[in-house]
């Protein structure tokens, strides 16, 4: 029932969904080339502010818990799990105030109205998954950019989206290319529950009704372990808070 109800609804959400990407897209623009950085990155915050509010209107309830957990004025890299595309939106809005930048695939580089053009300006980095030994640059380049700015990194370390909201094994590399580049940053593992729901039929229609919840886990700082207990850390606070079927 609830897939029949949603179809009418999904139209009209993503009718509203493009028109939004295809109106901020020459906002972007003016932003960034005669405002700055500041300017444009209010302009994705409050785009992604009108999607949360588009999602809402589908019944989507959003919860944050312990953003007083994050330290504030360091480099930070979120390490968190990842479910759909609405993991992404959330933390735009919802964690905005730490400028978070996105470890992303190149594909999206290109084609898509104000996506493509704040992924290659905003501070994101592209990578072509094919091609993992150009990957690495790009990494540190996004660590040594949070390390001199005291911004935050967020990166997905499965590799791709669960579309059942079981996790997949952490790739580790990404990670320590980060905290490499960025000695004084803190790790804050980030577990994400129910948005892959949003995607449970597909991308058309959209799931109703989703609770999405967002867990901040204790910062770690870079420089208490090694790079392997770090990690593990990491990945054992985020999968520990899933809530997912066997």
Not at 136 to 148: C, E, F, N, R, S
């Amino acid at each position: 029932m609830q897939k029949i109800i949603s179809y009418p609804l999904s139209a009209i959400y993503y009718l509203l969904f493009g028109l939004v990407l295809v109106i901020f897209h020459p906002i972007q623009w003016i932003c960034y080339n005669f405002f700055g950085y500041k300017a444009h990155k209010i302009t994705v915050d409050y785009m992604n502010l009108i999607f949360i509010i588009f999602t809402r209107m589908l019944g989507t309830t959003y919860k944050v818990s312990n953003r007083d957990l994050i330290p504030e004025n360091r480099p930070i890299i979120f390490v968190a799990n990842h479910q759909s595309m609405y993991d992404i939106i959330s933390m735009v809005w919802y964690l905005r105030k730490f400028h978070p930048k996105f470890v992303s695939k190149a594909e999206l580089g290109k084609g898509i109205p104000s996506v493509s053009y704040n992924l290659r300006k905003g501070g994101s980095v592209l990578i072509d998954r094919n091609q993992p030994k150009q990957a690495i640059p790009a990494i540190k380049g996004l660590g040594q950019y949070i390390q001199k700015y005291n911004r935050a990194a967020a990166i997905f370390p499965e590799g791709t989206r669960s579309k059942t909201g079981k996790p997949k094994p952490f790739a580790a590399t990404g990670i320590k290319v980060l905290m490499k580049a960025a000695p004084d940053a803190y790790v804050v593992p980030i577990s994400i529950n129910n948005s892959w729901k949003m995607m449970r039929f597909g991308f058309f229609p959209v799931g109703l009704g989703n609770h999405i919840t967002i867990k901040i886990h204790p910062a770690i700082a870079v420089n208490s372990a090694s790079v392997d207990v770090i990690i593990a850390k990491a990945e054992a606070d985020v999968v520990g808070d899933l809530k997912y079927n066997n």
